[in-house]
T-cell receptor, first 112, second 111 residues
Framework: ELKVEQNPLFLSMQEGKNYTIYCNYS?????LYWYRQDPGKSLESLFV???NGAVKQEGRLMASLDTKARLSTLHITAAVHDLSATYFCAVDSMDSNYQLIWGAGTKLIIKP | EPEVTQTPSHQVTQMGQEVILRCVPISNHLYFYWYRQILGQKVEFLVS????????KSEIFDDQFSVERPDGSNFTLKIRSTKLEDSAMYFCASLQGHGYTFGSGTRLTVV
């Protein structure tokens, strides 16, 4: 059974600092996704990672994938208040008929 | 940019009533999904739909739930007899290639 674990679940940090969110998954997956969710809003796609060693960056966010360790990271560089949100990782695979299996989410609060 | 459209955005219903949540997926997408998110919790898969039939469903998707694509564009989720624990945000999504596109969600409140 494919399971996804994220940590930390809650993160409060100061603007300007760097931090990393971790996402572990239990079995082979085809694709790994990172999403952002603002309170009461929908799920905004940030990154999709397809292969071992994949790295994608958008602004202050950078995501990477290590399929051997079954680990993805979302790194925040020089955080700003606007990045405050809940971040989810999710994986899918052909074995699961491409249903997304989700992590619990990391609630990120960035203080001025 | 193409969007997945969901209606209504918020629905309040009495326990035991039937509700229909509506979605218009992106027209050239082939795979459609319903997910739900209980307030403050993680997103859970309900059902996937391909080629006009269910391809996968979760344990949550019991006999109270059904999906249809009645007219080739709309994709509906029906809950026959709502329970208090059905209160959640329901998201529709469609898939093309590597990209899932999510609708803005329907907040269902069962009272």
């Amino acid at each position: 059974e494919l399971k996804v674990e994220q940590n930390p679940l809650f993160l409060s940090m100061q603007e300007g600092k760097n931090y990393t969110i971790y996402c572990n998954y239990s079995t082979t997956s085809d694709r790994l996704y990172w999403y952002r969710q603002d309170p009461g809003k929908s799920l905004e796609s940030l990154f999709v990672l397809l292969s071992n060693g994949a790295v994608k960056q958008e602004g202050r966010l950078m995501a990477s994938l290590d399929t051997k360790a079954r680990l993805s990271t979302l790194h925040i560089t020089a955080a700003v208040h606007d990045l405050s949100a809940t971040y989810f990782c999710a994986v899918d695979s052909m074995d699961s008929n491409y249903q997304l299996i989700w992590g619990a989410g990391t609630k990120l609060i960035i203080k001025p | 940019e193409p969007e997945v459209t969901q209606t209504p955005s918020h629905q309040v219903t009495q326990m035991g009533q039937e509700v229909i949540l509506r979605c218009v997926p992106i027209s050239n997408h082939l795979y459609f999904y319903w997910y739900r998110q209980i307030l403050g919790q993680k997103v859970e898969f309900l059902v996937s739909f391909y080629n006009n039939e269910i391809s996968e469903k979760s344990e949550i998707f019991d006999d109270q739930f059904s999906v249809e694509r009645p007219d080739g564009s709309n994709f509906t989720l029906k809950i026959r007899s709502t329970k208090l624990e059905d209160s959640a945000m329901y998201f529709c999504a469609s898939l093309q290639g590597h990209g899932y596109t999510f609708g803005s969600g329907t907040r269902l409140t069962v009272v």
